[in-house]
Each structure stands twice: as structure tokens, then as C-alpha cells.
């Protein structure tokens, strides 16, 4: 297999910037890559803010400083794998308001 050199004629500098190469990119974006953390707030996004804390600081979690997303990934990867029994669970637990 024989590789063919791709050249693209280009100004002799060019300044070190994502706008100014992008033509040579060709339409390329930057991921826009969402953590797992997001992804488990995003999915239980229906469930009251207070109440998801609450059970999240009960289970040790998260502190009463933290939010949602400052919860381990791999906490989050499990909760969003069995997402509807963990739902049901948080929505089932007896907190008080602080």
C-alpha cells in the first residue's frame, strides 16, 4: 500500500490559533465530550434538586458542600446504569428540608 502525501497550500505563518487552522481542518470540531457526572444530573433532572442531595449526602456520596456532579464516576456509571431503581429509590426516600 503506497500513502499519498495531502499538501495544502498555507501562508508561510500562520498564527498559533484554532480559527486559523480550522480551514485546514476541514470542517473538524472540538468534542463536545459530556462527563458521566453530567450525563447521571441530566437523567435525574425530574427529581426535586433538595431530595437527590439529601439522599446522595446520606449515602456518604457527596458532602454538604458538594453538588450533584462532584459525585464519583463510578457511583454515577452504576446509579445510571440501573437508573429506574435508582430513581425509585431517591424519589421513596424521607428527607427533611435544612
Given amino acids: 500500500m503506497m ?7 498555507i501562508a508561510e505563518k500562520v ?10 481542518l ?15 444530573a441530566d437523567a435525574l433532572a425530574d427529581i426535586d434538586p433538595k431530595q437527590l442531595k439529601a439522599f446522595l449526602i446520606d449515602r456518604k456520596q457527596i458532602r454538604n458542600d458538594q453538588e450533584i456532579v462532584d459525585l464519583s464516576s463510578e457511583y454515577a456509571r452504576e446509579a445510571l446504569r440501573r437508573i429506574t431503581e435508582f430513581k425509585k429509590t431517591v424519589t421513596e426516600f424521607d428527607f427533611i428540608l435544612m
Fill in 15 to 24: 498564527p498559533c490559533t484554532f480559527n486559523a487552522i480550522a480551514p485546514l
Fill in 26 to 40: 476541514r470542517g473538524w470540531q472540538l468534542s463536545t465530550k459530556v462527563s458521566v457526572q453530567q450525563r447521571f
Fill in 3 to 9: 500513502l499519498t502525501k495531502v499538501r495544502i497550500p
